[in-house]
């Protein structure tokens, strides 16, 4: 008992570092930021403003970098900075062909585009060719029956943007085995329910959605037991060692992760990132999990029983992220979206489907939206 009334306590204070927005329910297309991640930017532009300023936000980078190790279970040179998730994709993307020259990426075919591009890109220039999986979701027994000599590397999004499917990565990578590289596109997770990161190899996570700390910031983690599969194709002038003691070039890669940045990351949205992951450590994912999977239970029993469909009904909540959808037969999806509107509900209309995702923060109002705006939509 007494834990649940600290968990309340802990959660009430957590509640009080957002603003109320009662409708939003958008989180999966980007988070609005904590009172404490706009108090960050704000020093970091005060900082920026000073003479020291530089080593000041680089020190703090650091320890965020140790922070989002934690989360990650990582070590700390295991992780470094990109400038967003599709930065970090492509630089996850530069993993080399194997002894055969002939090496394969699994994808499946519906993945988010930003898991998609950056293997197509390579493909075309002597990188990982593209097998993709034609499945609704990656199970291991699809993975299985995909997995020939060739096949060097899986890559899945750790929460699907549309349906809310939560892959079991442990499983998926024991599938794959030692030798081949599982990588996770985690930005659709991370930070809102809990995810089997020690199973990544690498893994990639901006973090203005669920983490909830703006643009400009993304986590890139390399695992050192596949780093030697990796090539630094992406690398700048900042994974080098030394890049500016000599004009001799090229020089050699740094050890970690930081052989995979291209530049200096952005030091106050770094700065952000920390902000939101320190509000995440003080609360603990499974709480965050706990209260979205109780609102988005509450969203989803309203819309059934108003008639909408909802794909992929039947997965467990340990299946399942903080995403699902729904489409009302019988009636066009920009009219019920535009309905959900009007009752004060903020949604995301994905072809016929209208996406949920809501956040811990997210009050039993969003439910009342939900059942006034669908109750419109189905009015003669």
């Known amino acids: 008992m007494q834990r649940l009334v600290d968990m309340n306590v802990q959660h009430a204070r957590y509640l009080q570092r957002f603003d109320d927005l009662p409708g939003y329910v958008d989180f999966a297309r980007v988070g609005?930021?904590?009172?404490?991640?706009a108090m960050t930017l704000v020093e970091a532009a005060r900082l920026s403003r000073g003479e020291q300023a530089v080593d000041v936000l680089a020190a703090r980078a650091e320890e965020v970098r140790a922070s989002a190790a934690l989360l990650l279970?990582?070590?700390?040179?295991?992780?470094?900075?990109?400038t967003s998730t599709s930065h970090a994709l492509f630089a996850a993307a530069?993993?080399?062909r194997g002894a055969t020259d002939e090496g394969v990426v699994l994808v499946r075919r519906g993945e988010f585009p930003s898991n998609v591009y950056p293997w197509l890109r390579f493909q075309d220039r002597g990188g990982l060719r593209v097998r993709w999986i034609e499945a609704p979701r990656v199970t291991p027994e699809i993975v299985a029956a995909h997995l020939t000599p060739d096949v060097r590397a899986l890559t899945v999004s750790a929460v699907d943007a549309l349906t809310g499917h939560r892959p079991p990565l442990g499983a998926l990578k024991e599938v794959l085995g030692p030798h081949r590289?599982?990588?996770?596109?985690?930005?659709?997770?991370?930070?809102?329910?809990?995810?089997?990161?020690?199973?990544?190899?690498?893994?990639?996570?901006?973090?203005?959605?669920?983490?909830?700390?703006?643009?400009?910031?993304?986590?890139?983690?390399?695992r050192d037991r596949v780093a030697g599969?990796?090539?630094?194709?992406?690398?700048?002038?900042?994974?080098?060692?030394?890049?500016?003691?000599?004009?001799?070039?090229?020089?050699?890669?740094l050890p970690g992760?930081?052989?995979?940045?291209?530049?200096?990351?952005?030091?106050?949205?770094?700065?952000?990132?920390?902000?939101?992951?320190?509000?995440?450590?003080?609360?603990?994912?499974?709480?965050?999990?706990?209260?979205?999977?109780?609102?988005?239970?509450?969203?989803?029993?309203?819309?059934?029983?108003?008639?909408?469909?909802?794909?992929?009904?039947?997965?467990?909540?340990?299946?399942?992220?903080?995403?699902?959808c729904l489409h009302l037969p019988g009636h066009d999806p920009e009219?019920?979206?535009?309905?959900?509107?009007?009752?004060?509900?903020?949604?995301?209309?994905?072809?016929?489907?209208?996406?949920?995702?809501?956040?811990?923060?997210?009050?039993?109002?969003?439910?009342d939206r939900l059942a006034e705006g669908l109750r419109t939509a189905r009015r003669p």
């Open 94 to 96: 530069a993993l080399d």
């Open 73 to 82: 279970r990582a070590a700390p040179h295991e992780v470094t900075f990109a």
């Open 229 to 253: 599969h990796l090539s630094p194709d992406l690398g700048g002038w900042s994974g080098v060692h030394d890049p500016l003691a000599s004009e001799d070039h090229p020089r050699e890669p």
């Open 257 to 324: 992760a930081a052989a995979y940045t291209m530049t200096n990351p952005d030091y106050p949205a770094v700065s952000a990132l920390g902000a939101a992951l320190d509000l995440v450590a003080a609360v603990s994912v499974q709480a965050i999990a706990a209260r979205i999977a109780d609102t988005l239970g509450a969203l989803l029993d309203t819309a059934r029983a108003a008639g909408a469909e909802i794909p992929h009904d039947g997965l467990s909540p340990a299946e399942r992220g903080g995403i699902a």
């Open 335 to 367: 009219d019920v979206h535009a309905a959900l509107a009007a009752a004060g509900l903020t949604t995301t209309l994905r072809g016929r489907w209208i996406r949920l995702s809501p956040h811990a923060t997210t009050p039993r109002q969003a439910v």
């Open 32 to 37: 609005p930021i904590s009172h404490d991640v």
């Open 181 to 222: 590289v599982l990588v996770v596109d985690a930005i659709q997770g991370l930070g809102a329910v809990p995810l089997e990161v020690e199973a990544a190899d690498v893994l990639a996570s901006g973090g203005q959605k669920w983490l909830r700390a703006g643009w400009g910031a993304a986590l890139l983690m390399v």
